[in-house]
Structure formats: structure tokens, C-alpha cells
């Protein structure tokens, strides 16, 4: 099953996120089969691809519970 969830990067303690569609059985970490977007918690800053989301859970993929909420809070106006 594909799942398009966080990838964390940056230093210890100033982290950020990549958006990534992955199969659900490797690590958080591990190899993307793409990346849909950027997230940065300290500064608040998003990017989404919403045509790659959209085309990726058209065949499948299932969003995580802080991606559900990303896409929410951004595109909700």
C-alpha cells in the first residue's frame, strides 16, 4: 500500500519535512517513489503539489493524519 507521509530532514532540533509517496512497508527515511512536498514547522511554510496528491490517491494512496491535516489547514480558504 502507497502512503504519502512526512520524511524528516534538517539539523537536530530545526527540523523539516519532505511530503513523499512511499510503499507503507519501508522506513520513515527510506528511498521516495516521489516527492509531492515541503513542509517547515518552525517558519510555517508549505508547498504542495495538489495534482501529484490528487493523481496519487486516485490510485490508491492513502494519506497520513498530519498530511490530512497539512492540506487542510493550507487549502481550506
Do not use: H, W
Not at 9 to 32: F, T, W
Not at 68 to 74: D, E, H, P, R
Amino acid at each position: 500500500m502507497l502512503k504519502i507521509r512526512l520524511k524528516r530532514l534538517g539539523k537536530k532540533k530545526k527540523a523539516c519535512y519532505r511530503i513523499i509517496v512511499i510503499d507503507s512497508r519501508y522506513k520513515r527515511d527510506g528511498k521516495a517513489l516521489e516527492e509531492v512536498g515541503f513542509y517547515n514547522p518552525l517558519t510555517k511554510n508549505t508547498k504542495l503539489d495538489l495534482i501529484k496528491i490528487q493523481k496519487r490517491i486516485k490510485t490508491g494512496a492513502k494519506l497520513t493524519k498530519k498530511v490530512q491535516n497539512l492540506l487542510n489547514t493550507t487549502y481550506a480558504n
